[in-house]
């Protein structure tokens, strides 16, 4: 695995990650993450954090970049199982020394925390306010993955790509409402959005042009504009949510109830 180790001494000022770890109370904040890390990890863009069937008592936290979890047939094929932004807790394993059961690679060019499961563990011992939080993170994820399935398993091409469009610029409005139309950096191929709903990436294009022509979103060399939010809510199926997002901005993650 080819990365850059960091001290630990600049991660409470990473712009970045502060903001992420300030608005979800789900996540430990940056001065814990500082005390446990052992290692900070730059990953370049293509390289794996961790590989299935690798055993690790690791657990990784997303500071900066994307990241994707995902699974290899043995024919080639790829299931990507959730996308991580800063913020997100990766290497969850049932038990000490287990295989993962997943790889995880860097989309872009990231920064990981590296903390000991050891390490986490005494430190929960001591802070149970902490164990409720890596609690609940863990919680989410799994209400991510129960989402990914129903995507998968029951939504259309339409409102699944509406739906993984809509979840991933949720998780970015964590840091901070976006207006309607701004364009953010989405480093996401239509390959990877096939990868995770079991699309070809035909069908993916097909209907990212459909969204484009009706007004919702526009996905254009690596930009991602949604021009109205209401709109993207309600083809995703997201019915409670689509009043949420009437306006003219992306509300807070306090305001949303099913995107996961």
Known sequence: MLSVLHNSTSIKNHPKFIARTITDDRLPVASVIEEIASQYRTIPAGTDIYSEG?????????????????????????????????????GFQPGR????????????RATVAVIPRDRLGEFLSRDPELGLRVISAAAGALNTAYESLTDVGRRTAREAVAHLLLRLFSRICAAGPQVAGTAISFPLTQEHIGDALGLTAVHVCRTLRCLREKGVVQLTNGKLSVLDPGALAEIAGCMSDAEAFSGTQFPSRERMRHVG
């Not at 970049?65 to 959730?82: K, M």
């Not at 020394?97 to 872009?108: I, P």
């Open 97 to 108: 020394g287990a295989e993962m059961t997943h790889a995880a690679e860097a989309l872009t």
């Open 54 to 90: 690798e055993a690790s008592d690791d657990l990784y936290m997303v500071i900066e970049g994307w990241v994707f979890q995902h699974q290899i047939l043995e024919d080639g094929r790829r299931q990507i199982l959730d996308f991580a932004l800063p913020g997100s807790l990766l």
